[in-house]
């Protein structure tokens, strides 16, 4: 035997021993006479091959839309998938006599979606069925924006058939932590001077003045007592009134200097379940009159601090937030009177808008820096404008008004915890006992602990504006 003609022998032997170590991919009914088989599943628009152990001569199908057969052999039969639903194969021996009855059914391929859904989403627990002629999902998923990604790729598979049973797994309460804090300061100087001159003679009468010293009343409170009144008693004023001949000559010098400081700060904590809208109010409500038919109605509006927000938990830890916060109050330096009622006006600082954010991580969602200035100089015509005694006849007042407003939200994922972790504001204050409250005058003592640490801190530091 040549080289050639051995290598070609060995070629052919491993060929063979290769086909015959390879198992059939087909399905083998075993057959009971009387009895029906097992159920066949066939994916649709592929065919699978089933062999029975015992001879058939006759082949038939129920429904030829669902499943088309043909013979290989008297022992193998070619199945094909055509439309998803159930229908029945009878095998019949050659003696006529039945064999069997076989349950076919014929359901979508779900084998590519199902490994599409592994590579786009490795790891997760998600289970794939069918039902009819749809797709049933089912499992544990670690965020919604997975579970609308494998929602979207079943829909590719069967549009408008898909089931979700699918679960949210995860930490899917959120704790949002808003922080208002507003700075406001104003300044205020005013600097007037008025200048007054009287006649004391028979012959001629009369006063001038300007300002303050128009008034002739005041003019001689000046002479009298060496005091006059001032619309504005927190004014400082320094008063001089002197004689030459028949004449009074006064002068009257006014200055105010105020300053003032506001701060408010609120932070308002609440925590919502993922998808779900939270609401939180500390505050109260206003009545305010409304004529009606029936004469005068009250209608209640609500002020205080307001939180509303929705929180979505898209993926792991990122949360996304639609928020509505705010924060008004009863201004008292504004009101309306109708029908004898008195409505006082409202302050009011608002917010609405939607991010998205990390666990922990923190947003400055809203701010505004507000610099109000005004200066106002008045003066007599002409003698205003004179050199320094021009400024008997001036008055300058300056105004300045600065305000720094910033909202920052936080939010965080959340447990319930066990109660006896959480502490109370109640916590921090312990009531005294009778010696402490009638020896030593204490209407309230600290705790020991973390909490009497809390409530020992002092919050005095330096704040608001700098200004020159």
Known sequence: MSMKTFILAGVMGAALATTALTPVAAEVLRVATGQASSALNVPMNRAVVVESDVPFAELSIANPGIADISTLSDRSIYVLGKAPGRTTLTLLSPDGKLISNVDVHVTPDIAEFKERLQQILPGETIEVRTANDGIVLSGTVSSTAKLDRALDLASRYAPDRVSNLMVVGGTQQVMLKVRFAEMQRSVTKNLSASLGINSTSADVGGSIGTGILADATRLDQIFTDGTTTSPNEAVGRFGLGFTAGALEFAVLLEALESKGMVRTLAEPNLTALS?????????????????????????????????????????????????????????????????????????????????????????????????????????????????????????????????????????????????????????????????????????????????????????STSYGYVME
Do not use: C
């Open 275 to 459: 998808g779900q809208e939270a609401k939180f109010l500390a505050g109260g409500e206003y009545p305010i009159p409304i004529p009606d038919n029936d004469g005068i109605g009250i209608e209640y509006k609500p002020f205080g601090v307001e939180l509303n927000f929705t929180p979505v938990v898209v993926d792991g830890d990122i949360i996304n937030l639609t928020i509505n916060a705010a924060v008004s109050s009863i201004d008292t330096t504004m009101a309306l009177e109708a029908n004898g009622f008195t409505v006082n006006a409202y302050k009011r600082r608002e917010t609405s808008t939607t991010v998205e954010m990390r666990d922990g991580e923190s947003f400055a969602i809203a701010g505004l820096l507000q610099d109000d200035f005004r200066d106002i100089n008045g003066q007599v015509p002409w003698l205003g404008d004179v050199p320094i005694i021009g400024a008997l006849f001036r008055s300058a007042e300056y105004q300045r008004a600065q305000s720094e407003l910033v909202i920052i939200v936080t939010p965080h994922l959340v447990t319930p915890v066990q109660g006896e972790a959480l502490a109370l504001p109640t916590d921090r204050v312990r009531i005294p006992t009778e010696r402490e409250l009638f020896l030593y005058g204490d209407v309230a003592t600290s705790p020991k602990g973390a909490a009497g640490e809390v409530a020992r801190q002092d919050f």
